[in-house]
C-alpha cells in the first residue's frame, strides 16, 4: 500500500502540473448543468435531481475514459514506463497507485457540478443520499477506468485520444445521461439499458432519489465491467510483452 500511494502521488503530481487536464475533465459536465439542466430543469427539484445525477455521471465518464486512455497511451511512449516495469515491485503498486490517482481526479471534476447543482438549482438530497452518491462514484468509476485503461494499452496516443473521443458521447448519449429517466427518444430507451453508462446513470438515480434499478440494466453493466477487465487485461499483456520480446 505504501508503494501504491507513493506512485498515486507521483501520478497527481504529474496531472496538477498540467492543469488543463484538470479543467478539461470538468469542463464539459459543468457546461452541461449551465446550459441545459439550469434553465430547462433548475426549477423543479425531481427534474434537477435526476439530472445532476447523470451529469455526474457524465464527470465520471469524461475523467475516467480520457485520462486511462490518453494518459496510459502517452505513459506508454516515455522512457520511465520501461523502466518502472524493471523494478522489483512489480505492475501492482503502480497500477494501484494510477487507479488511486484516477479517483481522486474523478471526484475533483465533479465538484463543479455539485456546486452548480446546489447554488443555481432546485436540486436536493437528504445528507444519507449524499454519501451514497459519493460512495457510488467510486464504483461506477470501475467500467470507465476499465474502458480507458483497455484503450491506452491497445493503442498508441495519437490513436487512443481519438478513439476516446469517438466512443466517449455515444455512450453519453446511447445511455440516456443527456435526456431525462423517462424522456428519452424511443431508440434510445430501447438501446440504454444494453450500455454501461445506462447502468452507472440507474446507481446514482438509485442512490440519489427514489429510483428503482432496472434489473436489465445492472446485470448488462456486470457483463461490461467483466468483458473490458478481460479486453484491459489482454492489452497490458500484450503491450507487456511487446516490450519485452
Same mark, same amino acid.
Given at each position: 500500500m505504501p508503494l501504491a500511494l507513493i506512485h498515486a502521488r507521483y501520478q497527481l503530481l504529474t496531472i496538477i502540473r498540467i492543469p488543463v487536464a484538470v479543467v478539461g475533465s470538468a469542463f464539459f459536465p459543468a457546461a452541461a448543468m449551465l446550459f441545459f439542466v439550469v434553465p430547462f430543469a433548475g426549477d423543479d427539484p425531481a427534474g434537477?435531481?435526476? @439530472?445532476? @445525477?447523470?451529469?455526474?455521471?457524465? $464527470?465520471?465518464?469524461?475523467?475516467?475514459?480520457?485520462?486511462?486512455? $490518453?494518459?496510459?497511451?502517452?505513459? /506508454?511512449?516515455?522512457?520511465?514506463?520501461?523502466?518502472?516495469?524493471?523494478?522489483?515491485?512489480?505492475?501492482?503498486?503502480?497500477?494501484?497507485?494510477?487507479?488511486?490517482?484516477?479517483?481522486?481526479l474523478t471526484y475533483l471534476s465533479m465538484l463543479p457540478v455539485v456546486v452548480i447543482? @446546489?447554488?443555481?438549482?432546485?436540486? /436536493?438530497?437528504?445528507?444519507?443520499?449524499?454519501?451514497?452518491?459519493?460512495?457510488?462514484?467510486?464504483?461506477?468509476?470501475?467500467?470507465?477506468?476499465?474502458?480507458?485503461?483497455?484503450?491506452?494499452?491497445?493503442?498508441?496516443?495519437?490513436?487512443?485520444?481519438?478513439?476516446?473521443q469517438i466512443v466517449f458521447f455515444p455512450l453519453a448519449f446511447g445511455g440516456g445521461l443527456l435526456s431525462g429517466p423517462d424522456d428519452a427518444p424511443g431508440f434510445i430507451k430501447a438501446i440504454a439499458p444494453y450500455l454501461?453508462? /445506462?447502468? @452507472?446513470?440507474?446507481?446514482?438515480?438509485?442512490?440519489?432519489?427514489?429510483?428503482?434499478?432496472?434489473?436489465?440494466?445492472? $446485470?448488462m453493466l456486470g457483463v461490461w465491467i467483466v468483458a473490458l477487465a478481460t479486453v484491459a487485461g489482454w492489452a497490458y499483456r500484450r503491450d507487456e510483452g511487446h516490450r519485452f520480446s
Open positions: 434537477a435531481t435526476y @439530472a445532476t @445525477a447523470a451529469m455526474i455521471t457524465f $464527470a465520471v465518464m469524461s475523467a475516467n475514459i480520457f485520462q486511462y486512455g $490518453a494518459g496510459v497511451a502517452e505513459d /506508454r511512449d516515455q522512457p520511465w514506463n520501461p523502466y518502472t516495469r524493471t523494478l522489483p515491485a512489480g505492475p501492482g503498486p503502480r497500477l494501484a497507485g494510477r487507479i488511486l490517482a484516477g479517483l481522486v447543482a @446546489a447554488v443555481a438549482t432546485a436540486a /436536493r438530497v437528504t445528507p444519507v443520499q449524499f454519501l451514497l452518491g459519493a460512495a457510488t462514484v467510486a464504483a461506477i468509476s470501475v467500467p470507465f477506468t476499465l474502458l480507458g485503461l483497455a484503450i491506452g494499452y491497445s493503442l498508441p496516443s495519437k490513436a487512443a485520444i481519438v478513439v476516446a454501461p453508462t /445506462r447502468g @452507472a446513470v440507474e446507481l446514482m438515480w438509485a442512490a440519489t432519489t427514489d429510483w428503482r434499478l432496472n434489473p436489465l440494466s445492472v $446485470a
